[in-house]
């Protein structure tokens, strides 16, 4: 009974985001930012999870994207600023959040502390290292500084993040477990990177515009619980070594 109630809500899914879908509009505006592994600047054939999850989201819409990177504080403006615009993730928790439509969910961020020595598994001991490294306007840094925090210093970018890390200018850095992997990787250097426990979780949203129109918020949310209903995300989350949320 279940599994013909699963086909049945994923028929009706799909016959909804038919029906929406309009032929012959122009490609939806979406700006990203690199932040590997969610979103990949300049990797054709693996662009990172959530770019992955908004294309097939927008096939299965009957809809085109055509996808800007921009740095991470100007992709968020010009999605708070201009009507119609997406943005494939961005982590819940900051201020101003009020200023984006909440797409849909589409993955959780595991928190870490992350270091070239000792461990770091919880906040307390965060807040007797030296310098934290969090990238500007982050949940991370909005995490931190609303504990209390006054050891952070701000960067642009994960990337930069890494390598105040390996030159030794931070002490500790906190971001989602996933970024800090690929960044570190990205280093192409021999020094390990130590991760502490998980010491706090932000949903991942795709965003947009607030002025979003109606029928593209139906058939985006209709398409991605399709493709959560059919096994598509996990097969997505699992190219990047994800699980559910």
Do not use: C
């Not at 890390?165 to 990177?193: E, F, H, I, Y």
């Amino acid at each position: 009974m279940k599994s013909v109630k699963a086909l049945l809500r994923t028929f009706l899914l799909v016959f909804a985001i038919a029906a929406i879908a309009a032929p012959g509009h122009t490609a939806d505006r979406v700006v990203a930012a690199n932040y590997p592994p969610i979103m990949i600047e300049g990797e054709g054939e693996r662009p990172g999870f959530a770019i992955e999850i908004l294309r097939e989201a927008a096939r299965r819409a009957g809809r085109k994207v055509d996808i800007t990177f921009l740095p991470f504080q100007r992709a968020m403006y010009t999605v708070q600023m201009e009507d119609a615009t997406l943005m494939p993730a961005l982590f819940k928790g900051k201020k101003g959040d009020e200023a984006f439509l909440w797409l849909v969910q589409i993955q959780t961020a595991k928190l870490s502390f992350s270091t070239t020595g000792l461990r770091i598994d919880d906040l307390e001991t965060a807040r007797g290292v030296g310098a934290i490294v969090v990238e500007t306007g982050s949940t991370p840094h909005v995490f931190l500084s609303q504990l209390g925090f006054d050891n952070l210093i701000e960067v642009s970018t994960p990337e930069a993040s890494a390598r105040m890390l390996l030159s030794g200018r931070a002490t500790a850095w906190l971001q989602s477990r996933s970024a800090m992997r690929n960044s570190w990787a990205a280093l192409k250097q021999s020094k390990p990177l130590t991760l502490g426990d998980v010491v706090h979780q932000i949903p991942i949203f795709m965003v947009a515009s607030p002025t979003l129109p109606d029928e593209m918020i139906i058939a985006y949310r209709a398409a991605v619980q399709a493709m959560l209903d059919d096994g598509t995300m996990a097969a997505i989350w699992g190219r990047y070594g994800l699980s559910a949320p």
